[in-house]
């Protein structure tokens, strides 16, 4: 089954790629399910097998979720938004639309608000199929360490007192109503001026999404025993005064002190366990006394959790000077 997996996930992400440039003629089921060497309703089978949804389906999800950011974030007419992702009129457009999004596009516009956002399929996501790499090996001096100065800003997220990781903490959301990881992932993308976006219409629409763990305010005390709760959200800024889902909470953090342990691009398949052995190994090593500093409990700090392979991974940690 993984070996279907990764399959429908390099269709799904060349899907997102034909969007962006354009493609529409690569976007027929005939076209796709020539690339992977198998029938037209052997692929739609496996797809919705995987997915859960006809292809279809996922198609016009994925261009409204991409023309939902042209009409929030760019300055083409809706008509012209209408004609670049397929849509035969204005009214095609504004059906589909609102049938999606319970709102207009002209509306939408005028007044863009969280809505829940088609984001990328991902039936070959590694951290959720719990298949990080094997491979490992001794610590070595691949981790940079410095310290930075964070500005103010605001954390939108959503937080879980009882989870350990990334996999238990969505198993955990997914017992909550309107907290599963679609859900959330795809409100978290309809949200403007995200700090951390490498782009607004990429595809990976996860873009400025990450994990934390924050100090809890109210020291409410964690599964762990201590006043921490584990977090998933957005950075923005802090003058951000815009709407925001019910089932989230909006943080102001504070200008502080952090610590950055950073480790380069790498694969999640084959060295995930030996990168996470060295990033446990430098935090574990590290002599905070050592550089005036120790790390700061303060209710309201928060640590950062930045797992991007294909650019880095960092712990960003708060701290404070002795």
């Not at 354009?22 to 496996?46: C, R, V, W």
Request: glycine share 6%; with cysteine.
């Amino acid at each position: 089954m993984q070996k279907w997996n990764r399959q429908i996930q390099s269709l799904i992400e060349e899907i997102d790629q034909c969007i962006l440039l354009g493609q529409d003629e690569t976007l027929s089921l005939a076209q796709l399910s020539s690339k992977l060497n198998y029938s037209p309703f052997y692929i739609s089978h496996k797809f919705r097998e995987i997915s859960g949804m006809q292809l279809r389906d996922y198609l016009r999800y994925r261009k409204l979720a991409f023309a939902l950011k042209e009409l929030r974030d760019g300055d083409l007419s809706i008509l012209q938004i209408a004609v670049k992702y397929g849509f035969s009129s204005h009214e095609a457009f504004t059906r589909a639309f609102k049938e999606a999004y319970s709102i207009t596009p002209s509306e939408y516009r005028q007044r863009p608000c969280p809505v829940v956002l088609r984001t990328i399929i991902k039936p070959f996501d590694c951290y959720l199929l719990e298949i990080g790499g094997k491979e490992m090996s001794s610590f070595s001096d691949s981790i940079k360490t410095y310290f930075i100065t964070i500005p103010a800003h605001k954390f939108l997220h959503i937080k879980n007192y009882t989870s350990i990781g990334y996999w238990d903490f969505w198993q955990k959301q997914s017992q909550i109503p309107g907290q599963d990881c679609a859900t959330i992932c795809g409100l978290l993308d309809s949200i403007p001026n995200k700090l951390d976006d490498c782009g607004g219409t990429q595809a990976d629409s996860s873009s400025g999404q990450i994990m934390a763990f924050i100090n809890d305010p109210q020291g409410r005390i964690c599964s762990w025993g201590i006043p921490l709760a584990e977090c998933y959200g957005v950075r923005l800024p802090a003058d951000y005064n815009g709407e925001y889902p019910s089932q989230m909470l909006l943080a102001d953090i504070l200008e502080g002190e952090y610590i950055v342990f950073e480790h380069g691009p790498f694969d999640f398949e084959s060295q995930n366990q030996r990168v996470e052995a060295e990033m446990e190994a430098a935090m574990n090593k590290f002599d905070y006394a050592a550089h005036g500093y120790c790390l700061d409990t303060t209710p309201g700090r928060i640590f950062y959790f930045y797992h991007d392979c294909t650019r880095f991974w960092k712990y960003i940690r708060p701290v404070r000077k002795l």
